[in-house]
Each structure stands twice: as C-alpha cells, then as structure tokens.
C-alpha cells in the first residue's frame, strides 16, 4: 500500500483505500501480504488482468511509474538497510523506463541518465551472478547492462566481463565479438588502460580455442599491460593480467611459478575488494598444489583450507573440489574421491560452466584411472571429447584425447588408442606441454608393439623431455612408466628397472601411494 501511495498523485492519496477496496470488489484484484516489504497489499487475480491494465497505460505514464518504484524502493531499501537483496529488480524498472522514453524519440539527458542508472545496476547484479558462478544469468545480466549504460568506459568493463562469462559457457565466437567491440572502444577513447585491459581479457578467452602463438603473445602483452596497470595503481586490471599469467604458465606446466601467479591474483583482488578474481585466484592455486611438488598431505591440507575461504563461490568451491578429489584418489581413499569429484562437477554443470564441465573428465577419469576401472573412464573421456568437439573447443581436447588414448591401450585396443593419439598431435598447439607430451609417449607404446623399434623410443624420449620441463612430478612419473613400457617391447630390459625406480621415487616423493604401489607390483 505505501508503494501505491508514492506513485498517486497527491490528491488522490487518502482516496487509495478506497478505490483498491471497490477493484477489489469487482474481482479484478485481492488481498495479499507482500513478503518483499512486509506489509499489506494486493495481487491481481490473473496475469491477464495484469496484462491488460499496463498496456492500457500510456509509454510515457509506464516510464513515469518504473522510475517513481525505484526512488520509492530505493528509500524503503535505505531505511530496512537491505539496498543489495533487490539491484535487480530495480535495474529492471529502470531498464523499462529507459526503453518506453527511447522508444518515444531521441532520448534527452534524463532518459540517458535513467540508462546509466539502469546499466550500473545490472552490472552490478550480473557481477554478483558470476560471483557465485552463475554464469548464465550473469550473461544475461550484463548484455542488458551494455545495451543501456551508454557510451562510457563503464560499458567497456562491462563488455569485459560478459566476454569472460559467456567465454565459460563455451560460446566462444560471442566472446571473441563482445571483446573485440571492447577494445575497439576503449581505442576510441584512447584511453591506455582500458585498451590494455581488454587485449588481456581477449587472450584469456582465446586459451580455450587453442590460439597460435598464444604464450608468446600472452608473454608480450603482460609484459607491456602490467606497468600501465601499475602506473595507475589498478589492482582490479593487476589480478586479470595475474590471472591471465596464471593460466600460461599452467600451459607450460609451471605450477610453482603458477602458484606465485595466483597468489599475485588473490593479493590484487582483496586490494580490489574484487571477491570473484580472489576465489578464481585461489582455485588456480589448488590445482598448482594438486599438478606440482606439494606433497599430497600438504596438498589436502591447503585445499580444504581454501574450501572453507571460498564458501560462498561456488564456482570456485566445485574447481577445488576437483583437485582435492584427485589427491584423496592418490591417496587411496578411492569412493571418497568419488563422491567429491561428482558433487563438484555437478556444481558446474548447473552453473552453466560448460567448458569447465565438458573437461573434467581429465580430473574424474585420473581418479577411475587410479582406481583401476578403466571402462569407466573411457567413457567420461569420450562424453568430454565429443562434448568439446561439439562446441569447437581447441585447448583442453587434445588433452583429454591424449588421456582417451592411454585408456584405450590400457584396455588392448590399440588401433584405436593409436588413431585418437594421431588425432590430438594433429589439434595441439605447439606451446601446449600436456598435450604435446601425451600424444607421443602412447604413440610410442602403440608403435612399439609394431615394432617400429627406433620412433618408439625416440618418440617416449620426447615425451619424457617435454615433462622434464615442467614440475608436474606425477605426469612426468607417468611419462617414465609408458617408456619403460616402449623398452620393454623394444627388448631393452636392462634400461626397463631404472626408469621404473625413477618413476617411482617421484611417485613417492608427490605421496601417490596408489600409483607407487602398482609400480612396486611391476619391479618385483
């Protein structure tokens, strides 16, 4: 009632009982207690009813209306201390306002005003939604807020941010469109900052489409973004650019400097006062715990530790639930590994991270891997694998059908383990460590069997150099045990025990108890 007040002409105020009560009469409407405002009030008695009373009224008194329910709401929100619970809501109105004053004309100062008020509304609930890893809503939040806040370096924030979000759902080409339209404006502008934030942004997107030279010009652009940042003291642009950094040295399988990197993010954004960068900051960090030298113990540990800093992003909660899944799985604790690792990727699934979601069987298929059923992780890298073909997606595939391949020569069937290896030399960039290392060490084994002797062993021995390079204890472990594999079937027995004490010691020293007893099972 104290809204319908606000929004009466005055000196039909102390009428308002009255005419509510003769509509009521007649049916149109019926008593109701709103539970947003804690007070009496009404409902139509159909929507059609609803319906049919707003189109009634003209564009410029449905403008008029919308703009009048936010001041109200607005002071209500003020005085109860609860503004944030209804951004959304209010951002709608005013969304609504702006659009029935520019469909009546050119739009002056106010109707302009209304779409900047509109715009930073829906930003800001479309930044709550990405958050809590709600990436679909968020998307949807902030294509309304671009399309309204006019133009401003704001719009271009906000072009960053859908780009980021619509990037996770897999539509990948959107994202290249909505950053590309983001640089070309902060160009415009020619204001330096933004055109460096925005080229950052468009190669962190360009990770998931397997970009040519993406670390070369990731490295350049870095290098050239972050003293700009510095200059002006832009600690939310710093934790992107970290962020950005985090993600080309996880390409490289550099997970010590991957580490430092997130922790670089998760400083910047509490400086931000950026919640979502310092979550998706210290989810990078549990996966550089779980692929690097941290001992599982520790690991555990840590990851736990961040669960419980991290509650209330759920997005960032399910990417750590997949690290700490695989770390309870190396250490032998099998069903709860599993439970973890389903809750967490059902987590994504409803949150609309699709390419997040559509790779995790690298993480789920290691556990079964590690648990000895190998049929049920055939078949969740074969789900992942034709999920991500179907959205074009270029990064993660060549890995999960590296990790496809090693299942299906596990399982003897190596016609078919030898033609998914071809296909995931073919997709891997050049720059990309994992991919790279496993498509050679199971063609080696594949070949080997041939007995096509010489490429076996020189192809096993790139796959171990490759993993020397980076610190991912376990994967270069792995490595080893598939070339003593290749030595075995090219009868060089002699080299076959060093290479499995190699692995072994460094199954040892990650804590993989699983792995390290198999690999005892085969020296003895």
Known sequence: LSAVRALVPEPLVERVPEHLGEIARKQLIRHARSASFDEDGYRFHHVLIRDAAYQNLLKRSRADLHERFVAWADRVNAERDRGGEYEEILAYHLEQAHRYLSELGPLDDHGRELGRQAGRRLGVAGRRAMGRGDMPAAANLLRRAAAVIGEASERVELLIDLGEAVSEMGSFAEAEEVLAEAHREAELREDRRLAAKTRVAQLAAQLYTAAEDWTARVDETFEE??????????HDSLALAWRLR????????QFGEAAEAAERVIAHARAAANRRYETRGASGYAQSVLLGPTPVPQAIERCRQLLREVESDRHASAFIRTALAQLEAMDNRIDEARVIYDEAVTQLRELGSAVLASSSSIDSAQIEYLAGDLVAAERLLRADHEALTEMGERSLLPSVDGRLARVLYSLDRFEEA????????????????????MWRSVLAMVIARKGQGDEAVRLALEAVELRRRSDAIVYLADTLADFSEVLRFTGRDDEVRAVRNEALRLYERKGDVVSAGRLRSLLS
Do not use: K, T
């Open 246 to 253: 985090y993600g080309r040295h996880g390409m490289a399988m």
């Open 418 to 437: 030898e033609d998914i290896a071809r296909s995931a030399q073919a997709m891997s960039m050049h720059d990309d460590l994992d991919a790279q290392a």
């Open 225 to 234: 973004a972050l003293p700009v940042f510095e200059i002006e003291q832009d």
